[in-house]
């Protein structure tokens, strides 16, 4: 992607599916076509949107999630797998690249995955959200390094966070170290309140301005039928509400159409490339404008791994004796 080229984006908000994957992807179908009939060529989701976000474990004590819980279990995406070979096909037919969250299923555990499509349906980045935030981690596993990691897609370097991972600095920085043009950013929407939408739009605003990227993101909805089958108290019912900001924000930290704080619907805007440069020409955080050898980031980014080298520690201290004894070099 050139220095001087336009894309045209598409940030999404739309509710899922409560009773079924199958019924949550038809309408990312759905909006994916949309998008790309008005010219899209990347289209961004909310969090966890395949099947849905577990709201209810916000409003629920645990000792009642058990049933929503194995639920989601049941409706959770296995990567590869069916689900994705929809969307790839999808991106493939449509040529659009397709950032979408889903509740990954990894055998006995869920996770909470960001997955970058690239306009050829190639998956290019299957990353998971590293640490689980409050009710979460009643629900997800954790994430690793190897996840902190920028794509090369047909719109550009592409990068992804979830939710209250932008509020850790450091794994924001080790996405800006990798170059990235577009930021992928991705909340569940419909939760905790409109204080929740006002500190998303300050979070992805000074992300724009300090990465020198444009952010497009993306939060999920609730119709009021939803939020009531959700929980039966009314005054839980309030947490389920506000929370919405889907925006795209340029490298100035401006917004590049009025976001969307309530409702369905797919907001649109081009970006111009050339923006890039001319933040980062004044303050390049990870360039002219860094000082590393005061201070650096150290990114452990291998995959994590039950299963090891059999090389044992008795091993490793017989070799060790050996050469000290001068009969091993």
């Not at 397709?98 to 990894?106: K, P, S, Y």
């Not at 990235?180 to 998303?200: D, K, N, W």
């Not at 980014?301 to 201290?317: E, F, I, K, N």
Request: aromatic share 6%.
């Amino acid at each position: 992607m050139g220095e001087r080229d336009i894309v045209r984006v598409a940030a999404v908000q739309i509710a899922p599916d409560l009773d079924s994957q199958a019924g949550t992807l038809d309408r990312v179908l759905a909006a994916l076509t949309e998008a790309a009939g008005k010219g899209a060529k990347l289209a961004v989701f909310p969090e966890t949107f395949v099947p849905w976000y577990p709201y209810f474990s916000f409003v629920s004590p645990p000792v009642l999630t058990g049933a929503e819980h194995v639920r989601l279990y049941e409706h959770a995406v296995v990567v590869p797998g069916p689900a994705t070979e929809t969307i790839a096909a999808a991106a493939r037919r449509l040529g659009i690249v397709v950032a979408l969250g889903v509740n990954e299923r990894d055998h006995g555990s869920l996770y909470n995955a960001q997955l970058i499509f690239d306009a050829d349906g190639a998956l290019l980045l299957k990353r998971r959200k590293i640490t689980p935030t409050f009710h979460e981690r009643m629900i997800w596993g954790q994430g690793d390094g190897s996840g902190l990691k920028v794509v090369d897609t047909a719109v550009g370097r592409v990068g992804a966070l979830a939710c209250w991972e932008h509020y850790n600095p450091l794994a924001r920085y080790a996405l800006m170290a990798q170059h990235e043009q577009i930021h992928v950013s991705q909340f569940p929407g419909s939760l905790v309140g409109p204080i929740f939408a006002e500190q998303i739009e300050v979070t992805i605003r000074h992300h724009a301005l300090e990465s020198g990227c444009f952010v497009v993101n993306s939060t999920g909805w609730l119709s009021e039928e939803q939020i009531a089958r959700i929980s039966p108290d009314e005054k839980l019912r309030k947490g389920l509400t506000g929370g919405c900001m889907t925006a795209i924000v340029s490298p100035e930290g401006r917004h590049l159409a009025p976001p969307l704080t309530s409702g369905e619907g797919i907001l649109i805007a081009d970006l111009d490339m050339a923006l890039i440069v001319k933040r980062k020409r004044m303050m390049d955080s990870v360039g002219h404008y860094a000082r590393p050898e005061l201070l650096a980031l150290a990114l452990d980014d291998r995959h994590s791994s039950l299963l090891r080298p059999a090389t044992s520690q008795a091993a490793c201290q017989r070799r060790a004796r050996l050469r000290r004894a001068g009969q091993l070099t």
